[in-house]
């Protein structure tokens, strides 16, 4: 299963630059793969305890988990900058 691009910027961006699937992501958090996918896809969100997770495995702050749009609006400021 390959990374393609998806909404939530902060996420993807972590595994595309660590050379992280979604079924390997899946497996560190103890999740399914359909699970991730919709996390990345803004479709489903986090339990307290898996954002801790996510944010312990990544170093993404929490706000940036839980708030992906408006990385997303500052990533598309920044490149029109």
């Given at each position: 299963?390959t990374l393609?691009?998806?909404?939530?910027?902060?996420l993807?961006?972590?595994?595309?630059?660590?050379?992280v699937?979604?079924?390997?992501?899946?497996?560190?958090i103890?999740?399914?793969p359909?699970?991730v996918?919709?996390i990345?896809?803004?479709?489903?969100?986090?339990?307290?305890?898996?954002?801790?997770?996510?944010?312990?495995?990544?170093?993404?702050p929490?706000?940036?988990?839980?708030?992906?749009?408006?990385?997303?609006?500052?990533?598309?400021?920044?490149?029109?900058?």
């Amino acid at each position: 299963m390959t990374l393609k691009h998806y909404p939530h910027i902060p996420l993807t961006d972590w595994m595309r630059n660590n050379n992280v699937s979604v079924v390997r992501f899946a497996e560190k958090i103890n999740v399914t793969p359909a699970h991730v996918n919709q996390i990345l896809n803004l479709k489903r969100g986090m339990s307290k305890e898996l954002l801790k997770k996510i944010h312990t495995i990544t170093g993404i702050p929490i706000e940036s988990l839980l708030y992906p749009e408006e990385n997303l609006t500052e990533n598309n400021k920044n490149k029109a900058a």
